[in-house]
């Protein structure tokens, strides 16, 4: 696939589709806009072309301004890097007992969120605010909702938890300590929660660092729901709520000692992905935890205060909008649809790198 992205070097820098086969370049449409023939020289004449901007616009006058220059198979993408962002979809991970565990992944932001099915019941953990795929998941498999949980408050998506548990009239499971000024209603998630889907069970496992909060989650004694503490090619940062020196020892507690005793064929699923290599060939993200403290270097910083100045030193930018996305999901504020989609845009940055 051939990709023309118009939007500003910057923001394309910052975020852009990827994929294995993606070919893409870079031409603002300030610039094509009095100059065509500086893109028209370097675009294939024997593949379709898809133009791509923030939201649409600039991609449809691009489209027709090259189309007008005489040039054919020349596609707009609709929604722009807006709708990139919104899509995603259910990749079955594997079996539970008396039915499976499904990872939907939306690519274009880097988030994933699970469904845990068993016996005509479903449990969603890490939901986004899209919720027409979940919804249309529950209506293909023909299920009852019987909880939906957030590993932890986000700071980098809006939350569909509650939205989802409202219009299923279940409980929705939120870690007490990240709850603490929260405006609505929720069921405590603590250390000792169990949930029975089915005849799966899924055990919460205290593990802060990321927030103060943050639990996971043990599916069936085969998965392990890490949220955003643990990733396939890095660890969870421990600063979106400005605590970074104080949760910094909650973060390697977890890491080294909580999730080291756990059992190592246990399969890690994550709450983001930050690159398409960390993808498995089904689309899916996923890693055996041994195989994770054996390649992840976050794992395996010995020295106490290199750790300390990994998580805390040198981070990435902080996600777009991270304040007004946990006012959001504590239920303080509530933006229209127009401005939580742009509270969204950009990639998630959950990850120390």
């Given at each position: 696939m051939f990709i023309l992205d118009v939007r500003p070097k910057d923001a394309f820098d910052d975020w852009k589709v990827e994929g294995e086969n993606v070919k893409i370049i870079n031409k603002p449409f300030s610039e094509l806009k009095d100059n065509l023939e500086s893109v028209q020289s370097v675009l294939p004449s024997d593949e379709d072309?898809?133009?791509?901007?923030?939201?649409?616009?600039?991609?449809?006058?691009?489209?027709?301004?090259?189309?007008?220059?005489?040039?054919?198979?020349?596609?707009?993408?609709?929604?722009?890097?807006?709708?990139?962002?919104?899509?995603?979809?259910?990749?079955?991970?594997?079996?539970v007992s008396?039915?499976?565990?499904?990872?939907?992944?939306?690519?274009?932001?880097?988030?994933?969120?699970?469904?845990?099915?068993s016996n005509?019941?479903?449990?969603?953990?890490?939901?986004?605010?899209?919720?027409?795929?979940?919804?249309?998941?529950?209506?293909?498999?023909?299920?009852?909702?019987?909880?939906?949980?957030?590993?932890?408050?986000?700071?980098?998506?809006?939350?569909?938890?509650?939205?989802?548990?409202?219009?299923?009239?279940?409980?929705?499971?939120?870690?007490?300590?990240?709850?603490?000024?929260?405006?609505?209603?929720?069921?405590?998630?603590n250390e000792d929660t169990i949930i029975e889907i089915g005849n799966t069970t899924i055990k919460a496992l205290y593990s802060p660092g990321h927030t103060i909060g943050s639990t996971s989650f043990i599916v069936d004694d085969s998965y392990l729901l890490t949220g955003d503490i643990l990733f396939i090619d890095s660890i969870g940062r421990p600063d979106l709520a400005g605590k970074a020196e104080d949760w910094v020892g909650?973060?390697?507690?977890?890491?080294?000692?909580?999730?080291k005793d756990l059992k190592p064929d246990l399969t890690v699923l994550p709450a983001h992905f930050m690159t398409i290599d960390e993808m498995n060939e089904d689309g899916s993200v996923s890693h055996p935890l041994s195989n994770l403290y054996k390649e992840n270097h976050g794992l395996n910083i010995e020295d106490k205060e290199e750790f300390r100045k990994t998580v805390t030193e040198n981070l990435p930018p902080q996600p777009n909008s991270?304040?007004?996305?946990?006012?959001?999901?504590?239920?303080?504020?509530?933006?229209?649809?127009?401005?939580?989609?742009?509270?969204?845009?950009?990639?998630?940055?959950?990850?120390?790198?």
């Open positions: 072309i898809y133009v791509i901007c923030a939201k649409g616009h600039s991609s449809t006058k691009t489209a027709e301004m090259l189309v007008e220059a005489g040039m054919e198979n020349i596609y707009s993408v609709k929604g722009g890097m807006q709708a990139w962002s919104e899509h995603l979809e259910p990749i079955k991970i594997g079996d008396g039915g499976a565990i499904y990872q939907f992944v939306r690519i274009g932001k880097g988030c994933l969120s699970y469904a845990i099915v005509g019941e479903a449990a969603f953990v890490d939901p986004s605010r899209l919720l027409k795929p979940y919804k249309e998941f529950i209506r293909e498999h023909n299920v009852s909702v019987m909880g939906v949980l957030d590993t932890h408050l986000h700071a980098d998506h809006i939350s569909g938890g509650r939205a989802l548990s409202n219009d299923y009239d279940s409980p929705y499971y939120l870690p007490p300590k990240d709850a603490a000024e929260v405006q609505y209603h929720y069921t405590e998630l909650d973060l390697r507690e977890t890491l080294y000692s909580r999730y991270y304040e007004k996305i946990r006012e959001t999901n504590m239920g303080k504020v509530d933006p229209g649809e127009d401005e939580k989609r742009e509270m969204e845009t950009g990639p998630n940055r959950c990850a120390v790198r």
